[in-house]
């Protein structure tokens, strides 16, 4: 291995492999019989072990060193060696018996999580809680950091992003959001009762694949399949998957689960297939990602422009359900703001106080402030605080959602910043086609997918996040674009 081609036949082969796990992660997750899982869980982890080793490979390392200092590469290619020269060197961190003992860690915690939550007993899950908080402890280290032991966390998952950072965007969140949803919820309360009768799961799902078609969703470069979460995952551009949970008793659930993930897929699809296998070929982080499944979940899934043109279509389908229901009572019951206990449930207002529960937690926990064994007690009080909320059971409390069993922590605030990123790209989106929102009405969204595949999804990783944010809209992630966002719709709404 001696130059760029050689480096990006390597780097192909371990997309390849990684690409193939995610197929199988893909079919155990919608296909995959009971009895399958024994042997799916040993090739995922062979699978994982040839990875690891293409990634670290001494050759490949000398190579990457190579091509680094080689001044006759173009910028796209000096990025691309730059990029992948850095997941070496993170990779080289890890000794294997690290990579052993976090995946017995997590899979043992992943089943305690299981039966603690189904038995709502927290005691069940508490001592493999805290082997993986103290593992997440030992991994800040070997990553290494300059301020807070929680950024080589957050960088796993948004590069750049410090626990400075988070706590000046949740100060924001705290000082406007907390009094702002106080002011709502003494006002006119919404009915959004319809929502929950019974429709049908057939006619459902029929609706949630229209809707995937009116988003320019590429059904030759992609399919929608059912699975207990939802989740997209890709393969290549070419192959960019979605599932959705249909629920009969509630139709909100598939729809905007169902738009979020069809964000989430067009951002994937709009990679372009020439830099597959290369760092240029993949998305940048988790909060740009998620700003593209908030962006059309909420900005546009929860516009009254969007339901203006679906909304006749919906009716026809469910015509004795919706019989008596406007379209201006159907947004705004898309748009009922109320404090509850379930995060994945919560509305686009009160979603990032659950998101600040979590980021305090974690960062407490990570400081070695506070005890696994006092989570319920913490998490009760918090929601309490936060959202005026009593939780009655540790299962729809600390319990409730799967990241810790799985080991993620610094992975939440990636959501609320996405939500911040996409109120800021939409609002340059609109000052740069004043007509964004007619064309939306019109059941058109060409151009709001032209925009976004212009700016964002084909650029790949060719800027780091806080760039491209620059890049597109003169100004690093700045938290008054969501502010006036929420103001202008919310106002409206509930006549504040
Ligand atoms: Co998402």
């Avoid at 990006?8 to 155990?28: E, P, R």
């Avoid at 919820?185 to 929502?195: L, P, R």
């Avoid at 008596?324 to 979603?351: G, W």
């Amino acid at each position: 291995m001696n130059n760029y081609n050689d480096y990006v036949k390597h780097s192909k082969k371990i997309t390849d492999v990684n690409m193939s796990m995610a197929v199988l992660g893909w079919d155990q997750e919608t296909k995959m019989p009971k009895n399958g899982s024994r042997f799916r869980a040993q090739q995922l982890s062979t699978l994982a072990e040839i990875s690891h080793e293409l990634s670290t490979n001494k050759e490949y390392g000398n190579l990457l060193n190579n091509l680094n200092s080689d001044d006759s590469l173009n910028s796209d290619q000096r990025r691309n060696i730059s990029l992948s020269l850095k997941a070496f060197n993170k990779s080289k961190k890890y000794k294997s018996e690290f990579i052993i003992e976090e995946s017995k860690l997590v899979s043992n915690a992943f089943q305690k999580w299981r039966l603690a939550k189904e038995k709502n007993d927290f005691s069940i899950f508490e001592s493999s809680l805290t082997k993986l908080v103290d593992l997440r402890i030992k991994e800040c280290e070997i990553l290494g950091y300059e301020n807070h032991p929680y950024d080589a966390l957050l960088n796993q998952y948004e590069p750049g992003l410090t626990t400075n950072d988070v706590d000046k965007i949740f100060s924001n969140v705290k000082e406007f959001l907390v009094p702002f949803i106080k002011r709502i919820s003494k006002s006119n309360k919404i009915n959004d009762s319809f929502y929950y009768q019974k429709y049908s799961h057939n006619k459902q799902w029929d609706f949630g694949i229209e809707l995937l078609k009116k988003m320019e969703y590429n059904f030759d470069s992609g399919r929608q399949d059912l699975s207990a979460h939802p989740f997209s995952t890709h393969f290549s551009p070419e192959d960019t998957r979605v599932t959705t949970r249909v629920d009969e008793d509630n139709l909100s659930e598939m729809i905007w689960s169902c738009i979020h993930e069809g964000g989430h897929a067009l951002y994937e699809q709009g990679i372009l297939s020439e830099n597959y296998g290369l760092p240029l070929g993949e998305t940048i982080s988790l909060g740009i990602h998620e700003s593209q499944s908030r962006l059309w979940e909420n900005n546009v899934g929860r516009s009254l422009e969007f339901w203006k043109y679906n909304y006749e279509s919906l009716k026809s389908i469910f015509p004795n359900q919706l019989s008596d229901v406007t379209v201006d009572d159907f947004y705004k019951a898309a748009n009922n703001v109320k404090p509850s206990l379930i995060r994945t449930n919560a509305d686009e207002l009160t979603y990032h106080l659950h998101v600040l529960i979590r980021y305090e937690i974690e960062k407490a926990l990570i400081e070695g402030k506070i005890m696994v064994k006092d989570l319920p007690e913490i998490w009760n009080l918090k929601y309490n605080e936060y959202l005026g909320v009593e939780v009655p059971s540790d299962a729809l409390g600390v319990l409730q959602d799967i990241h810790w069993s799985h080991g993620n922590f610094g992975y939440f605030p990636t959501y609320t910043i996405g939500s911040f990123y996409a109120a800021q790209f939409f609002n340059q989106a609109k000052i740069e086609n004043p007509n964004l929102l007619k064309e939306i009405e019109d059941g058109n969204n060409k151009n709001l997918l032209n925009w976004l595949r212009k700016n964002i999804h084909n650029n790949g990783k060719r800027l780091d996040a806080d760039k491209l944010c620059e890049k597109i809209s003169g100004e690093k992630l700045n938290f008054k674009y969501f502010k006036e966002y929420v103001i202008e719709k919310y106002s409206k709404i509930y006549s504040l």
